[in-house]
C-alpha cells in the first residue's frame, strides 16, 4: 500500500465521510509504515498490531463528537430540571414517609435514588445502547472500516479497542447522573438522613456506601444492554439501527416484564431485576434479587459480546 493509496481529507469530505485528525493520522502513519522495507519473515519493519488504534486516541476520538458531548451535557443537566419540577410543584421537604418520589426532597441520598429511578426505565439503558451501538455501524456508515483495518488493525483488536472505550465513556456517564445529583441534593435539600419508603433513616454515610454500591450494580446490570447493542453494531451499517434496536429490546423486556400472566417466566427476561438496587435503601437489606440480577446480566452479555466478536471475525467488510 502506498500514500497514493490512502484518500487525503478532501476526498473523505466529498464523499461525506466522516473525518477525524487522529484517525487520518492514522491512515497516514499506516501509509509511511508500509512503504518501509520489509523484512526477511514478510511482515513490515517496525510493524506492530499492539501500537495501531492507541486506545487513548480513540477515547479522543469518542470525547470530540459532538454526540458525545450533547450526551454528558443533557446527563449533567437533568438533576437541575428535576429540581426546578420540584421547586415549581408543591413538595414537602419534611416528609417522612412515602413513595421514592414522595420522599425525593427529604435528603440529597433521596434525591439521587429518585434521579436513578426516574431514569432506569429509559435514559440508563440509552447510554449504553448509544455508545456501543454506534461503534462498529459509525464507522461502516462513514466507509472508513475498510481503511481501518487496511492499516493493517486486526479484527479483534478494533472490536476490543473501541468496545473498551465505550465501556469507559457509558461508565462514565452512569457515574456523572448520580454525583451531579448528589451535588445538587445536598445544595438544595441538605445532607440528611436517606429515608426509605418503610420509614427507616440510615446515616448520610451509609447511605453514600449504598449510593456507591447502587451505582456497580447498574453498571453490570446493564452490560446485557452493552452486550446486545455491539452485536447489533457488527451486524448492521446504520448507527441508528444498532442504537434503537437495543432500546427498543430493553423497552419491550420492561413491558413484557409488567405482565403478571408471565408469571416465573418473568425471571428470565434481562430487565427483570433493573431496580433491584433499591433493596439497598433500607437497613435489612434482601441481596437476593441483586445477585439473580447480576447473574443473569453476566450470562446475557457474555452471550453478546461473544456472537458479537464471532460475526465481526467473519463479517464481510464493504464500507
Keep these: ?21 487522529a484517525a487520518l493520522q492514522e491512515l497516514t502513519d499506516a501509509a509511511e509504515l508500509e512503504s518501509t522495507d520489509v523484512g526477511q519473515d514478510g ?16 477515547l479522543r476520538r469518542q470525547l470530540r463528537r459532538r454526540r458525545t458531548q ?11 430540571i428535576l429540581v426546578l419540577a420540584f421547586q415549581i410543584g408543591e413538595t414537602s421537604p419534611n416528609r417522612r414517609s412515602g413513595g421514592f418520589v414522595d420522599l425525593a426532597t427529604a435528603s440529597a441520598p ?35 472500516l475498510k481503511y481501518l483495518l487496511a492499516i493493517p488493525v486486526p479484527r479483534h483488536r ?6 473498551i472505550a465505550s465501556g469507559i465513556l457509558s461508565a462514565a456517564a452512569l457515574l456523572l447522573l448520580p454525583l451531579v445529583a448528589l451535588v445538587v441534593g445536598v445544595i438544595w435539600y441538605g445532607a440528611g438522613d436517606a429515608i426509605s419508603p418503610t420509614g427507616d433513616a440510615i446515616p448520610f454515610s451509609d447511605s453514600l456506601i449504598a449510593m456507591l454500591l447502587s451505582y456497580v450494580y447498574i453498571v453490570v446490570q446493564l452490560a446485557w444492554v452493552a452486550g446486545l447493542a455491539l452485536l447489533l453494531s457488527v451486524s448492521v451499517d446504520a448507527p441508528l439501527g444498532a442504537v434503537g ?34 433493596d439497598l435503601i433500607a437497613k435489612d437489606i434482601n441481596w437476593t434479587n441483586m445477585a439473580n440480577g ?3 446480566s453476566i450470562i446475557y452479555a457474555t452471550v453478546f459480546f461473544l456472537l458479537a466478536a464471532r460475526r465481526f471475525s467473519t463479517k464481510d467488510i464493504t464500507s
Excluded at 511482515?43 to 480513540?58: D, F, M, N, P, Q
Excluded at 423486556?253 to 428470565?268: E, K, M, N
Design 1 to 21: 500500500m502506498s500514500k497514493a493509496s490512502i484518500p487525503d481529507e478532501n476526498a473523505r469530505i466529498d464523499h461525506g465521510v466522516h473525518t477525524d485528525p
Design 43 to 58: 511482515a513490515v519493519a517496525g510493524y506492530k498490531a499492539g501500537r495501531t488504534l492507541r486506545l487513548s486516541v480513540e
Design 70 to 80: 450533547l450526551v454528558l451535557g443533557f446527563v449533567a443537566l437533568l438533576p437541575f
Design 110 to 144: 433521596n434525591f439521587v435514588v429518585l434521579v436513578l429511578f426516574v431514569s432506569g426505565t429509559l435514559l440508563l439503558p440509552m447510554l449504553p445502547a448509544l455508545f456501543f451501538g454506534d461503534t462498529i455501524a459509525s464507522e461502516s456508515s462513514w466507509s472508513s
Design 158 to 163: 478494533v472490536l476490543r479497542q473501541k468496545a
Design 245 to 278: 434496536g437495543a432500546v427498543l429490546v430493553a423497552i419491550l423486556s420492561l413491558i413484557l416484564d409488567q405482565i403478571t400472566a408471565l408469571a416465573g417466566l418473568r425471571d428470565y427476561l434481562p430487565t427483570h431485576f433493573s431496580f433491584a438496587w433499591m
Design 294 to 296: 447480576l447473574l443473569s
